[in-house]
């Protein structure tokens, strides 16, 4: 028995190291094979930490929405204020609670701006959403906290094996090896600091009808993950405890993609009911009618605000949050 | 509860440790260990339905005892009738009742006869047939006087629900597993040597291989009235290796998990595309549910020692009767029809053992005359295998008839993914002398490492594709 054992260590040891080993060699695909550095949450997280202590006024969470429609530049020249978009793809309202209570450890902040998207709700991936921002945060007990809360059993469970979590990358990894040549990712797609990314690309009215990702999304209130909707409640807390002006946002969509999403005019009502509940304000931007936002020009792709779009936006949305500030 | 589950990575370790550690070498405990951990891993999947085998249990252990008790021949029958009814009864309204009533009903409509189909939303309990057949096999080997029962309830229990082959088989006999359960067991170093060699092979087969092939066996099967005849042929053959890979594969993860426990369960598979005709194809694949049919079905019905005629029906009852078992609809039942045509010249010749050696036995590669035996066997299986995957034998004859066509011949759109159709049976034909390929003792231990290792990464890279169950679960 005991032989068996040694050696079922020794093996399981084994395994583990190379699949340690291995699994570095496909992480560094997101920090060394796309060209021009176009995965944006290492970069943003390492800006973030060599930003002095105690500077940031305004953050802005969520998910790719988050990143490609609020620009720091412009509300910092409108409010005088340090903001920072720490909005990451596919960030869940259970990751952005995590986000902010990093945040919390080195800043104090006056406003958070939350990005409401019901994907973020219905969306089961957690583990590549979360991981985004897990992989760079530094140690701390919140990073704990997150590993242990923010994941599922089975995610967190990954996190021993990265040659698993990183296997999609194999291919890219293989083909840098072979030929010796970066992933490439849209030329006009570029980092502008503070966590900003920007593209000029206007999406063609033929992508919007024929080739558009929400052609078969739905809306279902029923079907929102309970857990990510706690998480968000879970944040306005925080913010109410740390005595920080909290607003939900919702980026707006092109109108052909809208009218795509099944049962689309429910995600309004049901967010503006759970921000009356939670006493939070919330602006969404494809039912407020005061900015006009165009589908073949202010859109890169059938739901992301392109850098005209992103501009709109931004300036509307600082001129509206520096009431807010004046209170 | 699956093999390839992260549950059951969790579950087997700590019955493992409680097994060996905890109360080794306690006979009574060890069994009530395997029971309770065998009903958790039956009742992790629906334990409403742990009532079904307890219900069998608790029928074969009293009717075996009584029959052991009695010697008059007409009340033995009844006892045996009892668990035949009680048994094959549970199977047939779970597995079968909405199959008949909706036969019943379209056979009346074709005479023009309008019946109301009256169909119950019937849920299959996994492993039924597994367990039920498992469970028959004691009880007609008490009556047949060829097996004394127990009076060790845990014991039988334990042997009717045996958690590693419950759900999937192999079906063991009483003969060989029961008397497993009235013996101490003790750790022996080779034996779990192999059994971890077993499952590490058995979930390459079935995560790296077979959930590979079903992603193409799936598209190609879904879309086969658009798709050219050289890719329905893909189509059929990726369905081949993921049937045999998944089923296999489950087979040599019960056998490994058993062999952990100190068991040692039948064989169920042995490189059966590796055959020269359909008999040595069927003494090959599934071997536990082959000769269950021929010890309780084929030969109560006479076997080969009658005419030719009742040989001829005893054939095609039996193999048609095997293809039902695996299923409630008429593909199944067409499949085992069809490798009852394939059987019956073999029979006539009397050439049913001819090939009971090894194929190219001693020699790397195969004679000419071995490659067409194979060849056409392979050919004659996938044929088969059509009816097996369809949904209903018109699908199955349209299939075929367009896998037949001029289409056959254009080249087909290969994925690399069907590297693994190659794989596989090139490892298996370099040791297909072997129980299974990694009796590797042979080489290096280095490099017998480093064999563990590229499959466990393999495991691991592919482990997450849909997380399929295994295909025999609905049998």
Known sequence: MKKFLIKVLVYSALFLCVNFLFGQLLKLYRTHLIEAKKFNPPIKWEEFYTTEAQTIDIVFIGSSHCIRSFDPAIFDKITSLYSYNLGTPGQSPTTSYFVLKEVLRFHKPKIIIQEISFRGFSAKNQLVNGGYNFDFMKISRNKLDFFFNGFKFSESLTFLFPSFRFRNNLRYVINYLYTGKKVKKSKEDTYKGKGFMSRNHSVTLDELKNNNIYEKKAFNASKLNKNRLKYLEKTVNLCKENKIQIIWVTAPLPKITISKIRHGSKIYPFFKNLADQYRVPYINYYADKKVKFIDTSDFQDTHHLNRNGAKKLSTDLAKRILEYLDN | MLFNSIDFAIF??????????????????????????????????????????????????????????????????????????????????????????????????????????????????????????????????????????????????????????????????????????????????????????????????????????AIYADKIFSTYDTANGSMLVIGILCFAVQIYSDFSGYSDIAIGTARLLGFNIMRNFAYPYFSRDIAEFWRRWHISLSTWFRDYVYIPMGGSRCSKLLRIRNIIITFTVSGLWHGANWTFVAWGFLNGIYYIPIMLLNKQKSHSDQVAEGKLFPNIREIIQLASTFFLTLIAWVFFRAPNIETAFLYLNRMFSKTLFTWPRLEPDFIWLLILPIIEWFQRDKLHPLQIDKLHISLRACIYLVLAMLILFYCDRNNQAFIYFQF
């Open chain 2, 12 to 213: 087997f370790p700590i019955i493992f440790i409680l097994y060996w550690f905890v109360i080794n070498k306690k006979l009574k405990y060890q069994n009530l260990l395997i029971l309770t951990a065998s009903y958790i891993f039956y009742g992790w999947w629906d334990w409403r339905f742990l009532s079904l085998i307890f219900f069998s249990s608790i029928v074969d252990y009293c009717v075996g005892l009584r029959l052991n008790k009695i010697d008059d021949k007409k009340k033995r029958k009844i006892l045996l009738a009892i668990s035949l009814l009680a048994n094959l009864g549970l199977l047939g309204f779970f597995k079968y009742y909405n199959f008949f009533i909706h036969s019943l009903v379209d056979s009346f409509a074709v005479m023009g006869i309008t019946l109301h189909k009256s169909s119950l939303n019937i849920i299959l309990p996994v492993g039924i047939s597994f367990y039920t057949f498992q469970t028959l096999s004691y009880t007609i080997d008490i009556y047949r006087k060829k097996l004394k029962p127990t009076k060790d309830i845990i014991a039988f229990f334990a042997f009717v629900s045996f958690f590693p082959q419950l759900v999937a088989g192999p079906i063991e006999r009483a003969k060989n597993l029961l008397p497993q359960f009235m013996r101490t067991r003790s750790f022996v170093y080779e034996d779990a040597k192999d059994g971890l060699r077993h499952v590490l092979w058995g979930l390459f087969k079935k995560i790296v291989i077979a959930d590979t092939c």
